[in-house]
C-alpha cells in the first residue's frame, strides 16, 4: 500500500520563526512531490512541487527532497499568522497522487 | 475565468437517498478525481478518471458512482449504500503527461445527512 505519512501536530511557532514540516511515502517509484496548504473549510491550494534531489526555493518557501531517504520537506521562513493552517504532503505516482493527513501549523503573533 | 467548478456547496442527504455533486472544468484538463476528506483527516481517492468514457476505482469507491461522458464533466453520485456520507468532496483535475504537473481542486462540497 502507499502511504504518505506526516506529522499530524499541532506545531506552534511564534511570528518570524521558522516552521519546518516533514513528510515520508513508501512506494520508492514515486516521481513528483507536492506541498498544500488548506485553511479550515477550504480546498487545499499548491505551494509549490519538487521532484529532483535537493532544495527548491520559492519565496518564503523552500522544499527539500532526498529519495534515498524517502523524505520531502517543507521549511517556512519568517512565519506569518496568515500561514497559518493544514499542511498536506503529496505524492505523485504514476497517475495517482496520494496525500499525508496533514500537520496543523499555527504561528504565534 | 478557467478553473474546476463545484456544486452544490452545501448539500444535506436524508437517509436512503442518493445525490450527485457536480463537478466542471475548464482547463482542459484530461484527468479527473474525487477525494473525500473527513474531518482532521487526509484525502483519500473515491474515483479518478484518465479520459473520457473511462473510470478507476480509487481505495474507497463502495456506495458510490461517476460518470464521464464529456472531457470536463465528471460528476459523482453518493448512494443509499454509501452508510457515512457526511464528507467534505472535493474534485480535482490534472493535465497528465508531464510528472511535474500536479492537481488541482475544486472549492468542495460538505454532504451531511441529516
Known amino acids: 500500500q502507499k502511504e504518505v505519512e506526516q506529522n499530524s501536530g499541532p506545531l506552534s511557532v511564534p511570528e518570524g520563526a521558522i516552521a519546518s514540516l516533514n513528510c515520508t511515502y513508501s512506494d520508492r517509484g514515486s516521481q513528483s512531490f507536492f506541498w498544500y496548504r488548506q485553511y479550515s473549510g477550504k480546498s487545499p491550494e499548491l505551494i509549490m512541487f519538487i521532484y529532483s534531489n535537493g532544495d527548491k526555493e520559492d519565496g518564503r518557501f523552500t522544499a527539500q527532497l532526498n529519495k534515498a531517504s524517502q523524505y520531502v520537506s517543507l521549511l517556512i521562513r519568517d512565519s506569518q499568522p496568515s500561514d497559518s493552517a493544514t499542511y498536506l504532503c503529496?505524492?505523485?505516482?504514476?497517475?495517482?497522487?496520494?496525500f499525508g493527513t496533514g500537520t496543523s501549523l499555527t504561528v504565534i503573533p | 475565468d478557467g478553473g474546476i467548478t463545484q456544486s452544490p456547496k452545501y448539500l444535506f442527504r436524508k437517509e436512503g437517498q442518493n445525490v450527485t455533486l457536480s463537478c466542471e472544468q475548464n482547463l482542459n484538463h484530461d484527468a479527473m478525481y474525487w477525494y473525500r476528506q473527513d474531518p482532521g483527516q487526509g484525502l483519500r481517492l473515491i474515483y479518478y478518471?484518465?479520459?473520457?468514457?473511462?473510470?478507476q476505482k480509487g481505495d474507497i469507491a463502495e456506495g458510490y458512482s461517476v460518470s464521464r461522458e464529456k472531457k470536463e464533466s465528471f460528476p459523482l453520485t453518493v448512494t443509499s449504500a454509501q452508510k457515512n456520507p457526511t464528507a467534505f468532496y472535493l474534485c480535482?483535475?490534472?493535465?497528465?503527461?508531464?510528472?511535474?504537473?500536479?492537481?488541482?481542486f475544486g472549492e468542495g462540497s460538505w454532504l451531511t445527512v441529516v
Open positions: 503529496a505524492v505523485r505516482t504514476g497517475n495517482q497522487f496520494y
Open positions: 480535482a483535475s490534472n493535465p497528465t503527461g508531464s510528472s511535474g504537473n500536479t492537481i488541482y
Open positions: 478518471s484518465q479520459i473520457v468514457n473511462d473510470f
